[in-house]
């Protein structure tokens, strides 16, 4: 059942009958026997006393939840409203309110001009062969109460959902000794990748130019120190340095034999810690791997 | 790890932050990497803190933005006594303006007052805004550009709803012509007013939580209503509206 | 007065209060004159809570005015990680470093600097190793014996990799362009691709205003956490509220 507007009705003084009591009006009420509502009673609820109307008036959201409120007030179903008689009832309510020189919302007035074209459309004759196909004039209208009200009760189960500060709280208890926690950066690996990226290209650059300069590469070094390993055994790790060839050429060489060593080409051991170093060219099962193996 | 200490530590977070904490967070506690406790160890600490708080005045919720310890429902009477002031009372009109942007989300004004049949205050729009439970999320691609509004994480944790899907079911729509059919089936017979009823209470009963609510209110509104008889009544608005 | 309810009511006040709370605050949240409790009652209905708090990680505690619940300080270095100071990026050198470390390990700094062409500021190499990404696994057999620097096991998973092996080959690296470095990390397959790749979200997920992105996060962090244990709470623990 919809929700209506809250009113209270206070009974302040006894008052002169309702000048709308309006009479029975069976005539525009198809379906009130179908609903078992006396229809007699319906207009009753017409007659509001002129000081209550503007509270009446903001008890409703709108034309629709007043016709919504007058459809559901009769038990009657959206879906079959005698738009006659609730055509009439809504009238009296927007004459009432003028009448009272109340200011009324325009939606309001627009609404009585879209019930009182809806109310022509359905008192045309038509042809009967038309009936089945043309739409109900009051489809358009329906669909909107019907929509208006699932957002109505919408708002009604919000508004019944257990929220904070109305039906629970959330609890807090303070921490007095607080410290200072500097959070620690994220990165993620792709921005490790792109840096890597860049200090691989630069370092090529780097490379290149000394290439123009020095004649050396790492690729190029990556063979040279192959070649000379080629003959069976050990070459001490020294062996592959050329001094003359200044810093760049030391370092050229050591990141040569780390990319040689990373693709498993050649094997570097040493016989105990601090001796010095040896390499040969990767053998089938390798000594003594300078390179810890990663516990992963 | 140890569970004593896991569970203390949660617990300890959970009241100290006063307000809902992601699992994340919540992991992040015991420090990094290696140190953090496992997704099912915290989950198993949540448990136990559930556990404990049965038969209590507090209870583990888990919303939106994360876990939080919250005061239980049925003690509202006594703890709302700690803020007698406290008014959080909200008028039908934001509530159905936030029914709308809640369900219908991303929405601009005017699609509100499409389905609502009435012009929306801004004062509404800019309430749910400053209680951080609507926010501007772009602007529709059509002349004027509205902004679309939609609800936030707040929203959901002011609720007690973990994501939307928790909102309650909407109403369904139905179509004219299924009950005009009835209509002239059951008009044949004696059965229709039966029919009829039985499509009522179908309808009534998809309000799910606030029909109980409402069916009271009718039947109140029903009463004094139709008591009038010949005296004259004053209608006098409950106080439903205290801000607009 | 039932002494578990008196004592749930004290106990959910004093938490929802998060302040210190009078004993006649407390007193009156249970309505007026004879269905106050007395002070006895209330102060035994404190003493037992002060009793259940015993060994947890909080504690009751009367401060001038009134009453509170609160974390106990042992607990101060885990709880203060709730609110941690705002974090800064890493360098690029150290970003390179890292790298650097992955690529060629076992590597010394002297290595890390010969290839980046510039020197290694120490703090970097220091904040790695605490960061428990790095560890010094020995020293290369030169002059001097230098520190080789190697990457560790929380490196990997925090990184969601199951060993180096899963990093691009260098070869590889070195081909592809940023955007194609994007595509080829959410394009492989396994579970690493899609650590990465939910990774990648989180991060695209920042600067989003998309309308639905709390819903998408909310439902990403889920499957990130139940994923693998607390290696990927940590993916999680990149900066995920950017609006809130």
New interface residues.
Partial sequence: MARRPDLKVVVSNPAPAPVHDAAPEQAEMPFAVVNGEPVSQLPRDLYIPPQALEVFLEAFEGPLDLLLYLIRRQNLDILDIPLAEITRQYMRYIELMQELQLELAGEYLVMAATLAEIKSRMLLPRPKSDVASEEDPRAELVRRLQEYERFKRAAADIDALPRLERDVWSTSAPLTQRRVVRALPQVTLQEMLVAFQEVVARSQMFAHHHVQRERLSVGERMSDILAALRSPGFVAFVELFRPEEGRMGVTVTFVAILELMREGLIDIVQAEAYAPLHVRAAQPAPALRLVEEEPS | MNE?YLR??V?????????P?????L????????Q?????ELRAALAALAGGYE????EL?ET??GW??????E??P?????WPE?T?R?S??L??T???I??R??ITRAEIEA?????VNPNIIRTVIER?WV?V??HRDVPGHPE?L?T???FL????????DQ??P??E????S???LQ?AL??EGGA??AA??D??AT??G??????A???A??AG??D?????G?????????P??PEY
């Fill in positions: 004593t203390n530590v617990e300890a977070a959970l009241l100290a932050a006063g307000a904490v992601p699992l994340a967070d992991a992040r506690l015991f420090g990094e990497g290696a953090q406790p496992g997704v099912d038969g209590r005045g507090i919720k939106a933005s939080r310890v919250q005061v239980r429902p003690l509202a006594e703890i709302s006594r700690l406290r959080t909200y039908r009109a509530l159905e936030l029914a709308l809640a369900y989300q991303p389905v609502r049949g009435v012009a951080n926010r999320v772009g679309l939609a936030t994480r707040d944790d002011y609720f007690g709803l973990k994501s939307l909102l309650p909407l109403a729509l139905r179509a004219m299924d009950v005009n209509l059951a008009g229709t007013a009829l009823a499509e009522d309808t009534a998809e309000a799910a939580p606030a029909a609510e409402a069916d209110e009718d509104e029903e004094e209503l139709s008591a009038e010949g005296a004259s009544a004053e209608l006098v608005a409950a439903r509206h």
